[in-house]
């Protein structure tokens, strides 16, 4: 269980090591939406996401001889990135385990950070087994990059954060991927702003969320063909059940939306998002009457894109 | 003569209509450039550049009697959209003189806004001879994109708000066009903030006001190619005395150095830069033995650039 006092301290933990980001809103989208939006744009944050702040936050919770032996994790996508940052301002020591065929950028930003990069099998099983491999021989604590306490209750500051600036939100709408950021921000607003709905929204194409709240298992996706990379894996058993307890609905939306929502943003607000942090500002767009008139907060999730082949061709 | 009342009634009248854009700064970019940047975010500002505040400035000095015949420019770029959403929100009348040839995206903007565009021949002495037409013909007052004392006491503006955020600023650089904009920093710097130095930056490709402040003339581009699109025009007689009174000197720069800037700042700070507005921090990263741990300030002009490609090719 997560209690209030774990994200109160888990806000107090993170705050020297991470920004407050900027909470931005665009008149252009308002009209279009119909409806007030703003959007807390964790784009900004170190390493470009959210996730700095449950990385933080877990590391914090170590003991001193725990973090003396360093921190381990499985991921090619932006959790590595925060723990290899997370633990290098900390002053510990990270393993990385990535699947060998990451791309060459996602690694190299992991040794920038000073991260240990451990190759292994592009399988989740291969992953698992590498990591549970370093924990053994390092003694490295293992950090989930969504399924843990800590992390969860890291990821929910930026709901703190936006609705502490912004008064009267109605709505925060987030996307689920493995349910850290949602969870987190469900619990935030349970425990402190408790007449704020919060909403998923998940791309069509990797339901697994949407269709687990139905079945009430955890459901998985039998494929993973969306833009949005962030949003591709499956939800755990810790971060369900807050999903089941504590958010409204999810809502789905197709690839074009999403195409829509990002380019949306990127040529009216002049920022750079990650595809999976556009879904939320699809789904809106997608449900007008659901929204209408309303107060929303939308996390922007990150802006880690690959931009390689956009300036090759400049 | 622009005084120095002149700039603070600029000021003044376009606080209503402009938005007090953000500075952001990057440690990144800083421990790569050895020196402390400030980036004055007019690519936030309405309609995505500086263009707007030297458009409100103009039309706000017009009698009312010249407002109810209306504005008219000659311009395919931000200036265009400046002058029809200045126009619109002042509720005047907007004539938009536009190339023939000029991107339908650019068009389009420019209508969106309420603007009205009036085809002509791609040519410089078409514009002019099209812009005096409508002039003529609807009794409208023409405003010129840089060579127009009100434009350029408009455009000082972003650098007050620059160094009354950021105290000891010791340099500030934006990139050269026609010069609208730097001559309005020059002088806004030399009433209110004497100690700043304001440099310039110039694409090798389009050296003209490099050239000019040698030859002691107004020399002009043999060819305009260079990525940097808003910086192809030449100095104009009311821009060139305020720069070569004021400006300590212009910096040049490569077409790969400009990419790499451009695609730093993207990378880095999350937000998109037209290719212009990247030429100062290009300037800054080439010669570091001049700005080594100076406080420097930079104005990002604008953030309107095509994405189809990059969103086509998604």
């Not at 119909?34 to 744009?41: A, H, L, P, S, V």
């Not at 997370?86 to 996602?106: F, R």
Request: glycine share 8%.
């Amino acid at each position: 269980m997560i209690s209030k006092q774990d994200l109160l301290s888990a806000h107090k933990n993170i705050t020297p090591y991470v920004h407050n980001t900027p909470i931005l809103h665009s008149s252009y989208i308002d009209s279009l939406a119909g409806c007030q939006i703003y959007f807390k744009c964790e784009n900004f944050q170190k390493m470009g996401a959210f996730k700095m702040r449950g990385a933080i936050n877990a590391i914090k919770h170590l003991t001193d001889e725990e973090r003396q032996k360093g921190v381990v994790t499985h991921s090619s996508g932006n959790f590595a990135q925060a723990v290899a940052l997370g633990a290098k301002v900390l002053g510990v020591k990270a393993y990385i385990v990535m699947p060998s065929n990451a791309p060459k950028v996602k690694k190299n930003a992991v040794l920038d950070y000073g991260g240990e990069v451990i190759d292994c099998e592009p399988t989740i099983t291969a992953r698992e087994a590498m990591a549970a491999k370093v924990q053994q021989e390092k003694g490295a604590a293992f950090l989930h990059p969504y399924n843990q306490n800590e992390v969860i209750a890291g990821q929910g500051t930026a709901a703190i954060e936006l609705f502490k600036e912004i008064e009267d939100i109605e709505i925060i709408l987030t996307p689920v991927g493995g349910g850290g950021l949602i969870s987190g921000t469900a619990l935030a607003c349970h425990y402190f702003s408790p007449n704020i709905q919060v909403i998923g929204a998940e791309p069509e194409n990797v339901d697994d969320a949407y269709r687990s709240l139905i079945s009430g298992k955890i459901e998985i996706n039998e494929t993973t063909d969306t833009i949005a990379d962030g949003l591709r894996t499956t939800l755990g058993d810790i971060t369900f059940p807050i999903i089941q307890e504590h958010v409204k609905e999810i809502l789905l939306v197709s690839e074009a939306e999403i195409k829509f929502a990002m380019k949306l943003i990127w040529e009216r607000m002049k920022i750079i998002i990650e595809p999976s942090c556009a879904v939320p500002l699809a789904a809106v767009l997608r449900n007008e009457s659901k929204f209408k008139n309303k107060k929303i907060g939308i996390i922007l999730s990150g802006g880690n894109v690959d931009l390689t082949k956009f300036f090759d061709n400049l």
